[in-house]
């Protein structure tokens, strides 16, 4: 019954920003850490970042440290991903995950389809 959608890709040029979205919707509510992946074309998926439930604790990639920022609305179920200073190598599909806190094992219980940010030179 869970689900998770990203928005807020787009085209921009070196340097821009964009705000990224991930939203959860299901009939009940459910407690998630969230992470974010991104994937370019003939590229392996590659952690971005996440942001837990309970303390809004959050982990970057070194690519990204510094220009982007996780950060969680409750009331909306949406966590967001502000992306600042984006350069060409952050082209990719951006998803986003989640991961049923107290869930030990590997892996991720829920994947957004992604959303296509492209950075041009």
């Known amino acids: 019954q869970v689900r998770l959608e990203e928005s807020g890709g787009g085209l921009v040029q070196a340097g821009d920003s964009l705000r990224l979205s991930c939203t959860t919707s299901?009939?009940?509510?459910?407690?998630?850490?969230i992470d974010w992946f991104r994937q370019a074309p003939g590229k392996e998926r590659e952690s971005v970042g996440g942001i837990t439930w309970g303390n809004d604790r959050t982990h970057y990639a070194d690519s990204v440290k510094g220009r982007f920022t996780i950060t969680r609305d409750n009331a909306d179920n949406t966590v967001y991903l502000q992306m600042n200073s984006l350069r060409p190598e952050d082209t990719a599909v951006y998803h986003c995950?989640?991961?049923?806190?107290?869930?030990?094992?590997?892996?991720?219980?829920?994947w957004g389809l992604g959303t296509q940010v492209t950075v041009s030179s």
């Open positions: 995950a989640g991961r049923i806190i107290g869930r030990t094992a590997s892996g991720y219980d829920y």
């Open positions: 299901g009939l009940s509510v459910i407690a998630l850490d």
